[in-house]
């Protein structure tokens, strides 16, 4: 039987991922909306940014990429950078939204 992937396995994945600035994960920052796990292990992500002229962009995008490929038998990363619904701070966890607020 092939190991399957899960999704909590991705997501522990991306908490290794902070933004530059933040020095917050980008799960715990609210910026990773859906993870999908596909039965060969491909993986497709639909993220966002804090805002669109991220000066980060690439390096998070890639950052997300990096980590997950890094996850044994995954096969193929996508990300899919989306604006819609636009990010807010209360995407934020609540631990993380309280160290800002």
């Not at 639909?46 to 990429?65: A, E, F, S, Y």
Request: aromatic fraction near 6%; glycine fraction near 4%; proline fraction near 7%.
């Amino acid at each position: 039987m092939e190991y399957l992937l899960t999704k909590e396995e991705v997501y522990k994945a991306l908490e290794k991922v902070l933004d530059p600035e933040l020095g917050v994960d980008v799960v715990n920052l609210g910026l990773i909306y859906d993870v999908l796990v596909n039965e060969d292990n491909s993986v497709h992500i639909k993220m966002t940014l804090t805002t669109p002229g991220c000066p980060l962009h690439d390096t998070l995008i890639n950052g997300v990429k990096t980590a997950v490929q890094c996850l044994p038998t995954v096969t193929k990363v996508d990300v899919d950078l989306v604006w819609e619904p636009e990010w807010t701070p209360e995407k934020m966890s609540p631990k993380i939204r309280d160290m800002f607020m």
